[in-house]
């Protein structure tokens, strides 16, 4: 991966404003188009095929009249009277309300037959019944109601108006949340010493988010898409945004202070710092696509949002970045002596005091004591955990003050918390002959429920095929009384259809939906969970080569979770700071937080890591000194790490003041979550656990590792291209260039150079080792060593290869692709007998087009000076190596070769 961002960061470099010009179009498209197609947000809290759903879908296409969003009236008469006494005013603004547009009934609250007040006189409510859902709702009808329900001049009464119909259905992102991105510009001018360097992630990352937000709404127009997609979307994007540019930025920084040129500077840091970004994109689009895990269509839809806004920031960082490190040119290189210049030599490994190098010694100094204190102090976090409890948000958590609000309050105290949550029965009564007297002793049937307060509503539709009963519970929607009765009402549905002759009774409505999507949602934590640690174990294991690492790495992942959700139930649980950090109301937070939280720390966690830990493996690599290489690695890696926590940190953190109340736990959760993963888990915990195992953390069993593909996040592959350019300017161009290259099970180590157009011979009597070298040599065949071919760095290249290389059997077969359209740049001919002068010569038509010839045959031909270079091909080793002990899957592949 590594070569290939190299060839890239020098190709945008070299057309730098062409990449920007072509990223402001896309913007200004998206946007665009954004405005032509109008999307709209929804908040379809569904879940298709639960019990909900399906009477929901029932009510729509059997009884529309209640099918739609609703709103609540209340009517409160002054201290000291009855709200009966103020009968005609009430009527007149019923009267009113019923001539607005999509408004299907009104209940009138003092009628006998749907007498609705309080038990204290002074209160009526009056339901709204739309003839749309929340979503379908035009938008101004709500503010038409307000405009009808005007009371008559002089009225003593007051008028409070709330309900369903007054949900939040829009991004609200308030001035504080621009305080994240002051946060982030001062962390990044304190981090590179400069405003012009700090200037250009936060530019970068804007152009990211505005791009993923088009999108976003530009495909709201065709599929529902929630209101809290976006906001959530936006918090994630402008932090990996910010972060995936500094990590690029940092590296050309350093490289620039040690003396390299612009271009070549960002093409290596490309493929250094670039590939840990693509690898940290890719495991949070991973872990956001793997939503879809929980089978719950609009938490997929949330997940593929915000990974389209992490896969932006992940392109942007890859093009739109080093174009503007291009642009900038000169201006970016530290001044020799200068503090900024001084800190940067830290980065390139040169000596230098600083406060990470003093954390790293002090942590390991004890290390078992380091590891004690700070699992006490996670421990302590999570305790709260235990009591985090889930739910959908209504408008009890909506802004206080609002009308919304306080209309919810209201009638919480004077009617009862469960007017706030009507549960809807429904029951097919296609085949009774009294649709009017079942449903009546049907809803007294469920009014003998403990826990319900009152039925109201007891009717048949207009067909008399479908019956419905309203019932208001003794408690709210997130109480666990209020799922217990919706449970008890679903277990006794077989005796209830057998009693009244009716068939499908379903409990459905709003307060059930909530009911049913936390179910669902508390169910799929689990397996989310263990798809995104076996993830994290696999992905870690193949980075890092090690048993001991990966599983330190998940363990840790997991004790930051533990500590968020802790945190999270001490906020909106038990109350604690919640006042501080505006929590509107205490309790139940929005189901989906968890599965949310899971996936995004993941991917975050994943990257502090491979960012630290990769750097204490390349020094392990390099000097063999397990101690010193972790605070070598962690002396170098620290700055950019704590500069990126501390800007997610700030993203996230300006979210909580002012953030709705879905966003905001999520937003507390994740800030709470990379402080203690950044700073508790991977800086602290993470060099204390490895200074105790020693050597030990970077052991793997040797056909563990000949099984695992290689993952170049290090950029190992560079150092081998930048390798083989030096040997290229020294010794001049060269084909094929192959050291101690090896197949395990059929070929020992060969070498060989071939030059461009030359003719290479590959000779020995085993055809499996002769066939093995060629199938290497043209990207076919798996294989150890270095091997360079066309300039490409195998096995990372291979792809290349294998399009400009071709692998033949025979002379003649070799000699048809002369007149081929396109002569490959290699040919690789795996010939069973050796050939003579004659078809030598032959092969010179191909060599003569500048071609390269690899010639395997199971013996030297008679005049070997023909061949520009010999190899000879001998079979594996046959002794009890443990290397080579088991030879049957490279066997096996070179078979599928030939």
Known sequence: MSSYLYRLGRQVARHAKTVLALWLLLAVLLGALTVSLGGKLQNDFTIPGTESQQGLDALTQRFPEVSGTSAQLVFVAPEGEKIVDHR?????????????????????????????????GRDALATVQFDLGLDELPEGVTSDLESAAELPAGSALELHIGGDAYSVTG???????AIGILIALLVLAITFGSLLAAGLPILTALLGVAIAMAGIFSVAAVTTISATTPTLALMIGLAVGIDYALFVIARHRSQLAAGLGVEESIARALATAGSAVIFAGVTVIIALCGLVVAGIPFLAVMGYAAASAVLVAVLVALTAVPALLA?????????????????????????????GARWVRLVTKVPVLTVVVSLLVIAVLAIPARDLALGLNDN???????SQRETYDLISRDFGPGYNAPLFVTADIIDTTDPIGVMDSLGKALGAHDGVQKVALATPNRTADLGLVVIYPTTEKSDPATAALVEEIRADSAELEERFGIEDVMVTGQTAVAIDVSARLSGAILPFGAVVVGLSLILLTIVFRS???????????????????????????WGWGAELLNV??????IAFFPIILMGVLFGLAMDYEVFLVSRMREDYVHTGDARASVDSGFAA????????????????????????PIVKPMALGLTVGVLVDAFLVRMTLVPAVLTLLGRGAWWLPGWLDRRLPVLDIEGEALVHHLEHVDYVAANGEVAVRARQVEVSGALAPLDLHVRPGGLGIVHGADPVARSAALAAFTGRLAFTGQLVVLDRLLPEEAGAVRARAALVGDVAEALRLV???????????????????????????LTSRGTTVLLGMPSLPAVPQVADALAHAAPARTSADPELTDPAASVADLETVR
């Open 88 to 120: 005609q005013e009430i009527e007149k603004v019923l009267a009113e309300v019923e001539k607005v547009d999509h408004v299907a009934t009104v209940t009138d609250p003092l009628a006998k037959d749907s007498r609705t007040v309080s038990d204290n």
């Open 171 to 177: 991004v609200h992102v308030s001035a504080t949340e």
């Open 396 to 402: 009890g958590s909506a802004e206080p003050g609002s």
């Open 637 to 660: 890696s620290a700055r950019v790490v704590t500069a990126a926590a501390l800007i997610m940190i700030g993203v996230f953190a300006a979210f909580v003041p002012n953030g709705d």
């Open 819 to 845: 007149g081929a359209r396109r002569v490959p740049a290699l040919v690789a001919v795996d010939s069973p007998t050796s050939l003579d002068s004659g078809q030598l010569a032959a092969l010179s038509a």
């Open 327 to 355: 642009v900038a040119g000169e201006r970016l290189r530290p001044k020799p002596g200068s503090r900024a210049h001084r800190r940067e030599a830290v980065a390139e490994g040169r000596p230098h005091a600083t406060l």
């Open 584 to 589: 509107a109301k205490v309790g139940p937070v």
């Open 547 to 573: 048993i001991a690492v990966p599983l330190k790495a998940t363990l840790g992942y997991v004790l930051s979770v533990a500590a968020s959700f802790g945190v999270v139930a001490a906020v909106f649980e």
